[in-house]
């Protein structure tokens, strides 16, 4: 599992094809995901967690379409340009700081 990631770019990619994410508490995953509805997270480090995650999803592989398709239309929300946006914003705000 992850224990420090920028925000991954793989995480919304995954979830704009529909692929739910199970990812750590230290990646971008908390600032798109909720919990259980369209992803799952769990605290970095905790293989214990992951493995309950992952049997989780075995006995229970039904969940993957909903969990997916909220993983979908979550990713919809957030389309690139918004990264873009996001992007170009802190890049000016981090300029301006140097500045003062």
Do not use: C
Not at 26 to 48: C, F, L, M, N, Q
Not at 88 to 95: H, N, Y
């Amino acid at each position: 599992p992850s224990l420090f990631e920028g925000f991954g770019l793989v995480i919304t990619e995954a979830m704009s094809q529909g692929t739910p994410v199970i990812t750590t508490d230290r990646t971008a995953g908390p600032d798109v995901i909720t919990h259980g509805e369209d992803g799952w997270i769990i605290p970095a480090g905790d293989t214990a967690a992951l493995q309950s995650a992952v049997e989780n999803l075995l006995h229970a592989p039904d969940q993957l379409a909903t969990v997916g398709e909220n993983a979908r239309q979550t990713a919809m929300q957030r389309p690139w340009s918004a990264y873009g946006n996001d992007v170009a914003a802190s890049v000016k705000q981090l300029f301006e700081a140097t500045r003062a």
